[in-house]
């Protein structure tokens, strides 16, 4: 079993819909919760990140933690053709010394 | 103010050449991480490394694959013998030396390696 799991694509949406993007884990050392933006064939862009449980908005964004249930979320409102892309969750703790872990991503088309 | 950088963007070998991937991290970062992104897959970890020390290279293939940040210059990913396997997107990511900065990694554009 996979330490991260992320809802498996792809996702289309008609611009301007709400997206939910989410993930759930496994490991309880997990401590920092982040989503990245990766376009094709280029790096993944960090959009947010965020510390133990709780939201967190960053204009259209919001990110949100339970861990309680092991999971998070990434919310897009608004959404708009630009943001198509696959988006990938990633995870890590005090005591993975720098070490993300990765889910396999969702990839979204925001259609016109 | 220049993001990671990775060179070359594109690298084409035969099986059993040598593959050396290059990464300079952000300015001011001294802390490098290596990701390996096979097709339809997320990235997966490879090494961890600061100024002339590995830190985690939990995820290193145990033979044929070494990497190294040097005092000097870029951090060097190197894979030996390479295989069709091997073939893959090789992410580079840094994040500033400040303690407690370990999720703020910024990516590099990646070097795609193409094993024929």
Redesign the interface.
């Known amino acids: 079993q996979k330490e991260?799991e992320?809802d498996p694509g792809p996702l289309s949406v008609p611009e301007g819909a709400i997206v939910s993007l989410n993930c759930t884990y496994s490991n309880s050392a997990f401590q920092?919760f982040?989503w990245?933006r990766q376009y094709s064939?280029?790096?993944?862009?960090?959009l947010m990140?965020t510390?133990s449980s709780g939201n967190k908005e960053d204009g259209r964004f919001t990110a949100q933690v339970d861990k309680s249930s092991k999971y998070i979320s990434l919310f897009i409102r608004d959404s708009q053709p630009s943001d198509s892309a696959t988006y990938?969750c990633?995870m890590?703790g005090n005591t993975?010394?720098?070490?993300?872990?990765?889910?396999?991503?969702t990839t979204l088309t925001v259609k016109p | 103010n220049a993001g990671v950088m990775q060179n070359p963007r594109h690298l084409v070998r035969r099986r059993g050449q040598e593959a050396r991937l290059r990464c300079s991290p952000m300015k001011g970062h001294s802390h490098v991480y290596w990701y390996r992104q096979l097709p339809e897959e997320g990235l997966k970890f490879m090494v961890y490394l600061q100024k002339e020390n590995i830190i985690d290279e939990s995820g290193m293939p145990k033979e044929r694959f070494s990497a190294e940040f040097p005092k000097e210059g870029p951090s060097i990913l190197r894979i030996q013998q390479v295989v069709r396997g091997d073939s893959a997107a090789y992410f580079c990511a840094s994040s500033p030396s400040r303690t407690g900065a370990q999720e703020t990694q910024y990516f590099g554009p990646g070097t795609r390696l193409l094993v024929l």
């Open positions: 991260v992320q920092y982040m990245y064939r280029k790096g993944p862009e960090l990140y510390y990938l990633a890590n993975n010394a720098g070490k993300s872990t990765f889910g396999d991503g």
